[in-house]
């Protein structure tokens, strides 16, 4: 087996690994929070009836629409949505389900491909790390649209109440990702090419 392939195995096998550190994360908070309370069984609530549990509950304050309704939201807490929309909650609409679906699964080859290449040509431990990260959230999502037609989403942070979305493992691997990605392309790529002139 070749040097590359095994590069390319090895931060393959990361993306597992990150898989399953996302997988363990959902059952763990499907445990908690195993009551559905909502018409369409999207939200649930844990046994003492509780909807979030507050991790970080200190925040930097609170906008004028919480002050209104008197509502405080935690820096930092944890609740379970089962979410069949885009990552974050975006919702594009039920009929695009199927295409969503479609447009993962490609996106997922395009990103092992990715991955593959990178590997094969000895680009960057960076920019393979990034592509590990997102591949290991692809799966994530991925996984759970195509079993059980939802992703559980459970972590809240929302300083000042101005994020108003709840995320998970997975999405923060791949945004995590994507940032690693343009930060390696933008700064780390730029500064070697400026290199090669003065060497």
Not at 147 to 173: K, R, Y
Request: glycine residues 6%.
């Amino acid at each position: 087996m070749s040097s590359s392939l095994l590069r390319f195995y090895s931060f393959f096998y990361t993306s597992i690994i990150l898989f399953l550190v996302d997988q363990l994360s959902k059952s763990y908070i499907a445990k908690i929070f195993s009551f559905p309370i909502s018409m369409d069984g999207s939200v649930f609530s844990n046994k003492d009836g509780m909807q979030r549990i507050s991790i970080i509950d200190w925040n930097f304050g609170s906008n004028k629409i919480e002050e209104s309704l008197d509502v405080h939201t935690p820096l930092f807490s944890l609740s379970r949505t089962d979410n069949p929309h885009l990552a974050f909650g975006i919702n594009i609409g039920d009929n695009f389900d199927i295409i969503i679906n479609i447009f993962t699964i490609a996106l997922t080859c395009l990103i092992i491909y990715f991955l593959y290449k990178s590997a094969k040509e000895y680009a960057g431990t960076f920019k393979c790390i990034s592509f590990s990260m997102i591949l290991g959230g692809a799966f994530g999502n991925l996984y759970d649209r195509l079993t059980d037609g939802a992703v559980v989403d459970f972590i809240n942070l929302n300083p000042m109440g101005f994020f108003p979305f709840t995320f998970n493992l997975a999405d923060s691997f791949i945004t995590i990702g994507m940032i690693l990605i343009l930060f390696s392309d933008f700064f780390i790529y730029r500064k070697s090419k400026n290199e090669l002139p003065n060497s």
